[in-house]
């Protein structure tokens, strides 16, 4: 598989990323049409519109590196890819590892929030475009997350959290800042974490059943 392979198969399984990159880029592009049509106009930028390429440039590199995985910003360091490794000293490692379980009494409900987070994104969607590309639990919980900023909302949308468990757990080696090198199971890294286990939280979150109910 060659680089445009690779490019192609990423469009089609984000293809929301790609118009946000795209909008981004055309911003990007603008701001900085500006900046120079004021310096070829011997006026020089206006701290606005410096603020705006800024802001531009910024807004271009997230939209990059949510498509790609990699920072334009950021300095390249190939060691860094493969994530930090801690062999001595005071300092270390600690992954959080956090499980919870929740009751879905309706799937489908979990599909309309998704729907509702997608319609909040794009308000002018028509009822077929949103159902054409929220038709599923999986890119339900996409937008979710995405509405979300990518944090999993607590309670979850259209589901009853039960249980949780929160570990603490001394790791020694990260895990890859490259997406392609990333594990194909991250939680692996939990077996065997008897020696490695800093601290273990439980929460309760239904009601214990009762004796004879």
Known sequence: MNEHDTWS???????????????????LLSAIGAQLDAVAEATGP??????????????????YTALTGENLLAPHNAEDEEG????????????????????????????????SSYRSIYPEATEDEVSAEVGDVNSAIYEILHVNEDSVPFPFPAAKPITGMTWFLEIREAMPVALNHWPQNPFQVSEGADD???YSHRYIYAPEPQEGG
């Not at 198969?9 to 911003?27: C, H, K, L, M, N």
């Open 196 to 198: 490695g286990l800093l």
């Open 46 to 63: 206006s701290d606005c519109q410096n603020d705006a390429v800024r802001t531009a440039v910024q807004a271009y590199d997230a939209a």
């Open 84 to 115: 930090p490794v801690m062999d001595s000293g005071n300092g270390g490692l600690f992954s959080v590892l956090s499980r919870t379980d929740y009751l879905v009494d309706d799937f489908d409900e979990i599909i309309e929030e998704g729907r």
């Open 9 to 27: 198969e990423t469009s089609r399984w984000d293809r929301q990323e790609v118009e946000r990159f795209q909008i981004a880029g055309q911003a």
